[in-house]
């Protein structure tokens, strides 16, 4: 269950935002990302214990979103147009609102900037270098804060503006410091295994 990469820039196939956004609607049941190279990646469908720890990192994110109410909460089915060119899905993400505002983007479409904050998890099937260059690609076009999480190496990488990513072995919690005040992600059930809970 690895992701697959379609190579499109030897067939010099050029898709536009546009195109891409119609090739995921046309193909609901895929989960596509489109790098900044043109090439389309094709992300397997987790399994359930992934599938689990995305829901309690989406449900706790989105309940501070909620009741903070400075930016909104999103989830990974939501396409972002990063400034390279690239469309990613993180796992969990959030975009303040003043940038929603002042942008007016239209709310049935992929959203064309980089959000503020993203999470990536780990899944059991990702290859975690793999995993960091999307962290990289977040900071390199506008992320502000960063966290990827890795409850197979019971860690979690920090990655903020202009500064080396620092490493947490086995945290209780994560604060979402200055970029979302107030946020303190809880890692129980997350970083954890079904068995530890």
């Given at each position: 269950m690895i992701p697959l990469v379609l190579e499109m820039e030897t067939a010099d196939?050029?898709?536009?935002?546009?195109?891409?956004?119609?090739?995921?609607?046309?193909?609901?049941?895929?989960?596509?990302e489109r790098t900044?190279?043109?090439?389309?990646?094709?992300?397997?469908?987790t399994g359930w214990e992934t599938g689990n720890r995305n829901l309690k990192l989406g449900?706790?994110?989105g309940n501070w979103a909620d009741a903070d109410g400075t930016g909104?909460?999103?989830d990974s089915s939501t396409g972002f147009i990063l400034p390279n060119g690239?469309?990613?899905s993180p796992d969990a993400a959030w975009v303040k609102r003043e940038r929603l505002?002042?942008?007016?983007?239209?709310?049935?479409?992929f959203l064309p900037l980089c959000p503020d904050f993203a999470i990536e998890l780990r899944s059991a099937s990702d290859d975690l270098d793999r995993v960091r260059a999307k962290m990289q690609e977040y900071l390199e076009n506008g992320m502000q804060l960063g966290w990827l999480l890795d409850p197979y190496g019971q860690q979690v990488e920090i990655y903020r503006v202009g500064q080396p990513v620092e490493v947490l072995k086995s945290p209780k919690e994560l604060s979402g410091?200055?970029?979302l005040c107030g946020f303190v992600l809880q890692l129980?059930?997350?970083?954890s295994s079904a068995d530890d809970r």
């Open positions: 196939i050029h898709l536009s935002d546009e195109q891409f956004y119609q090739l995921c609607q046309i193909n609901r049941d895929l989960r596509l900044a190279a043109g090439k389309l990646i094709i992300m397997p469908p449900q706790r994110l909104l909460g999103f690239a469309t990613r505002e002042a942008l007016r983007p239209d709310p049935n479409q410091e200055t970029v129980d059930g997350i970083l």
